[in-house]
């Protein structure tokens, strides 16, 4: 519909899309399923708890770095048979087009994406395989073949010092994105809901 300043509104009688925002509000729709959503925060508070109980309490660090292994074992099955946004299909892409992306970054012509961005994408990969490799030297450390072994040890605080690497440029990809395309992704992750227009 035709306002009178020229601009196009969506009649009030149309139907709205599946998931939409409350008439009156831009449309939103959604994208972050809640297992999604609850995985993500989890996650953030299973690796903060496992690096404040590293060297600190044995017992609560080996447990919640098992129960960060179940979030991604869950996560990854879903990887597969989840809602679309939530499949690695959807948005892992390959190293050729995830470069392209970094470089339209610098330039200042990143596009933005509904789902996560390429290079979102390759951080989330380096980010769930850096955890899950760090869940496994710690499980191996507990082994008697391992028991000792100074560079399954030695793996496992690097590998724990890789994830807080990457979780800082991966926050700072969030916010430089936030600004970028004018939208608060953290409150989507929070919501599951994404304004769906460029
Ligand atoms: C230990 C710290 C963190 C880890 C391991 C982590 C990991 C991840 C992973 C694996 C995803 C993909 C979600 C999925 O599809 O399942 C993701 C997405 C996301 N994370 Fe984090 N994250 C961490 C901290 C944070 C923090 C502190 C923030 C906010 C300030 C944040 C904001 C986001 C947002 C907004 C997305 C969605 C990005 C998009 O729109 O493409 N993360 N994170
Ligand atoms: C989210 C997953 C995990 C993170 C972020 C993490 C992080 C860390 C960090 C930072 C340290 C201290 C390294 C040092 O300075 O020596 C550590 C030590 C240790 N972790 Fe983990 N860890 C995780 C999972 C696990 C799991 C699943 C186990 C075993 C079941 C485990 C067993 C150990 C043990 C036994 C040590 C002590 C090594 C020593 O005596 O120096 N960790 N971990």
Do not use: C
Request: proline share 4%; hydrophobic share 50%; net charge positive.
């Amino acid at each position: 519909m035709n306002t009178q300043d020229g601009t196009l509104r969506r009649p009030a009688t149309a139907a709205r899309p599946e998931g939409a925002g409350r008439a009156g509000r831009e449309d939103l729709v959604k994208v972050w399923d809640p297992l999604v959503r609850i995985f993500h925060w989890s996650l953030v508070a299973g690796i903060a708890v496992a690096w404040l109980t590293a060297d600190e309490w044995d017992r609560a660090h080996e447990w919640i770095g098992y129960a960060v292994g179940a979030f991604i074992v869950i996560r990854f099955v879903w990887g597969f048979i989840g809602t679309p946004f939530a499949r690695f299909a959807q948005f892992v892409k390959g190293p050729r087009q995830t470069l392209a992306y970094l470089g339209r970054i610098l330039r200042g012509r990143a596009e933005r994406h509904l789902g996560h961005n390429p290079a979102g994408a390759a951080m989330i990969v380096a980010l769930l395989t850096t955890i899950a490799g760090t869940v496994l030297t710690g499980w191996m450390m507990t082994l008697d073949a391992f028991w000792g072994v100074d560079w399954v040890e030695d793996l496992h605080e690097v590998l724990a010092n890789a994830i807080l690497v990457l979780v800082a440029l991966h926050v700072a990809g969030v916010f430089h994105a936030s600004v970028t395309h004018r939208e608060n992704l953290v409150r989507a992750m929070i919501t599951g809901r994404k304004r769906r227009d460029p």
